[in-house]
């Protein structure tokens, strides 16, 4: 399973989430911004939305 970060496209450090689900909230562990998973695909592929943190 791996993640690039939409915003700065470094690949994001999945290593402390050991069990991700779709709703969960990680952060960027380069840029630091909050990203909402909204989808896990069986090939490890992952969908994400950005947070607005503003909210
Ligand atoms: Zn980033």
Redesign the pocket.
Known sequence: MRLI??????E?DLKSYSKLKEGDVIE??????T?SISAIYEDGGITTEIVDEGK
């Open positions: 970060c939409p915003e700065c496209k470094n994001v960027c562990n380069h840029c630091g911004i990203l």
